[in-house]
């Protein structure tokens, strides 16, 4: 318990800093993708952008485990 505190805060930390990183370092990626997930929040028979095309393949293309995690956030 004495170690697992420490490392919960430090793990909040990192999970935090995650969507400000994203945004600096993909705003238009990030930008078009927070649009594909609102358009198929409101429309389910747009593309689903969390579905895996193929393997290791996502819907919104290139960078996509980073937002895989934000969109858990």
């Not at 997930?37 to 393997?55: A, G, H, L, Y």
């Not at 996502?58 to 995690?69: D, K, L, Q, R």
Request: proline share 8%; hydrophobic share 35%.
């Amino acid at each position: 318990m004495k170690e697992a505190i420490p490392e919960c805060n430090e793990h909040q930390v990192d999970f935090e800093e995650l969507p400000r990183s994203l945004e600096l370092k993909f705003p238009e990626q990030l930008s078009l993708w927070k649009q594909q997930v609102e358009e198929w929040e409101s429309d389910r028979s747009k593309p689903n952008p969390f579905e895996v095309k193929n393997e290791g393949e996502y819907e919104f293309g290139e960078i996509a485990s980073p937002f895989v995690t934000y969109v858990i956030l």
